[in-house]
């Protein structure tokens, strides 16, 4: 599909659109879920092919396909951390809580979700997009890598008392290694769009950005999502402008407020967004306040399987060294009639909290996933 954009040959548009595999796709176009059992890395890439089909021949069912399958994998197969697959396979839809194990959430998926995402936002800017990007990002590709050594993991794995298994520099160059290092040079890739007069901010990643159709130099400078604050300055304007700055507010996240210059402003809200349209000159700064704090998320489709997060990172409990073999019988557990309630924070600037009376067979200490 590339050669034909980039040559006008359609040759290889002919080439391309041969390359569809029906049994996958004609269920996803018609809106039906058949991906239980499937190899999922195996399917990701046929949707990204299908989605870039899509923009070079404005062809409706690859949109549809590619549309409902992102849509469908986010919602009913994908665990809290923005990973999916066990074993490298889908299962029924809306049950990763029976499917917790040493061999979840592969990194190439994500890797492929990720670039699936930016295709199916591009068609229509949603919010919702960008916090399954931000969820996969912060919590399963900054997890995947050991930082120590750059060895990355072939699965991340969610059960209690795993260790995960990282590379080893000269026997185990896996596919997760060469999508892994790909993922960890795209950090900033996705953190800013644009679409007519409107400048998107969907990452809140400390950068700059040079927004040529404007002129404008912008700086996002933040300790999200650890602390609360996101402030956003327009460093260089040649002349005075108009457009709309449209900052994601996660959808967890409740109690946004914005401020211009200082003072607080009604913004109008639109698909998760918090639009400040206005004409705009070189100084004026921006800042969105995200509150961010414990709290619970159920897994899809079973509410008494939960995930305690803090904002968008997802928390876990160290369980010892990855060389000693978890001992317990079974996995420690959090006891409580209002569990947030006895979650106590220790260091808020890294987002680590204690549990107070709640832990059994102990209270725990909690930190982001991907610091573990």
Same mark, same amino acid.
């Given at each position: 599909?590339?050669?034909?954009?980039?040559?006008?040959?359609?040759?290889?548009?002919?080439?391309?659109?041969?390359?569809?595999?029906?049994?996958?796709?004609?269920?996803?176009?018609?809106?039906?879920?058949?991906? +239980?059992?499937?190899?999922?890395? #195996?399917?990701?890439?046929?949707? /990204?092919?299908?989605? &870039?089909?899509?923009?070079?021949?404005?062809?409706?069912?690859?949109?549809?396909?590619?549309?409902?399958?992102?849509?469908?994998?986010?919602?009913?197969?994908?665990?809290? /951390?923005?990973? %999916?697959?066990? &074993?490298?396979?889908?299962?029924?839809?809306?049950?990763?809580?029976?499917?917790?194990?040493?061999?979840?959430?592969?990194?190439?998926?994500?890797? %492929?979700?990720?670039?699936?995402?930016?295709?199916?936002?591009?068609?229509?800017?949603?919010?919702? !997009?960008?916090?399954?990007?931000?969820?996969?990002?912060? %919590?399963?590709?900054?997890?995947?890598?050991?930082?120590? #050594?750059?060895?990355?993991?072939?699965? #991340?794995? =969610?059960? $209690?008392? $795993?260790?995960?298994?990282?590379?080893?520099?000269?026997?185990?160059?896996?596919?997760?290694?060469?999508?892994?290092?790909?993922?960890? $040079?795209?950090?900033?890739?996705?953190?800013?769009?644009?679409?007519?007069?409107?400048?998107?901010? %969907? =990452?809140?990643?400390?950068?700059?950005?040079?927004?040529?159709?404007?002129? !404008?130099?912008?700086?996002?400078?933040?300790?999200?999502?650890?602390?609360?604050?996101?402030?956003?300055?327009?460093?260089?304007?040649?002349?005075?402008?108009?457009? @709309?700055?449209?900052?994601?507010?996660? +959808?967890?996240?409740?109690?946004?407020?914005?401020?211009?210059?200082?003072?607080?402003?009604?913004?109008?809200?639109? @698909?998760?967004?918090?639009?400040?349209?206005?004409?705009?000159?070189?100084?004026?700064?921006?800042?969105?306040?995200?509150?961010?704090?414990?709290?619970?998320?159920?897994?899809?489709?079973?509410?008494?399987?939960?995930?305690?997060?803090?904002?968008?990172?997802?928390? !876990?409990?160290?369980?010892?060294?990855?060389?000693?073999?978890?001992?317990?019988?079974?996995?420690?557990?959090?006891?409580?009639?209002?569990?947030?309630? &006895?979650?106590?924070?220790?260091?808020?600037? &890294?987002?680590?909290?204690?549990? !107070?009376?709640?832990?059994?067979?102990?209270?725990?200490?909690?930190?982001?996933?991907?610091?573990?």
């Amino acid at each position: 599909a590339d050669l034909y954009a980039r040559t006008g040959d359609r040759r290889w548009l002919a080439l391309a659109e041969r390359l569809y595999h029906r049994r996958v796709l004609q269920p996803l176009a018609a809106r039906r879920d058949e991906l +239980a059992h499937l190899h999922a890395n #195996t399917q990701i890439p046929k949707l /990204i092919g299908l989605a &870039r089909l899509h923009e070079l021949t404005g062809r409706a069912e690859y949109a549809t396909a590619a549309t409902f399958f992102w849509e469908t994998v986010t919602a009913d197969h994908t665990y809290a /951390i923005g990973g %999916n697959s066990d &074993r490298e396979h889908f299962q029924a839809p809306r049950s990763t809580a029976r499917y917790v194990t040493e061999q979840t959430c592969e990194g190439c998926n994500t890797y %492929n979700m990720l670039k699936l995402t930016r295709h199916v936002y591009g068609w229509r800017p949603d919010a919702a !997009a960008f916090d399954y990007y931000e969820r996969a990002h912060l %919590n399963h590709v900054l997890a995947q890598q050991e930082p120590s #050594t750059g060895a990355f993991t072939y699965m #991340t794995p =969610l059960l $209690a008392g $795993a260790a995960r298994e990282h590379s080893q520099p000269f026997d185990s160059f896996w596919c997760c290694v060469g999508s892994g290092m790909e993922s960890h $040079a795209k950090h900033g890739d996705s953190a800013w769009w644009e679409g007519g007069d409107t400048l998107f901010v %969907n =990452l809140y990643v400390p950068s700059v950005v040079e927004w040529r159709t404007a002129g !404008a130099r912008l700086a996002l400078a933040t300790r999200y999502p650890y602390e609360s604050a996101v402030r956003v300055e327009v460093e260089s304007l040649p002349a005075p402008r108009e457009f @709309a700055l449209a900052l994601r507010v996660p +959808a967890w996240c409740h109690g946004t407020s914005v401020r211009l210059n200082g003072r607080t402003v009604a913004v109008e809200r639109e @698909a998760g967004y918090a639009v400040v349209r206005r004409r705009w000159q070189a100084g004026d700064v921006v800042q969105l306040d995200l509150p961010v704090g414990p709290r619970l998320e159920a897994a899809p489709g079973d509410e008494h399987a939960v995930v305690l997060f803090h904002g968008p990172l997802v928390l !876990a409990a160290d369980l010892g060294a990855a060389d000693a073999p978890y001992a317990l019988p079974v996995p420690p557990a959090l006891v409580g009639d209002d569990l947030l309630t &006895r979650v106590k924070p220790v260091t808020p600037s &890294r987002a680590e909290y204690r549990t !107070a009376g709640i832990g059994r067979p102990g209270d725990l200490r909690l930190v982001p996933f991907h610091d573990q």
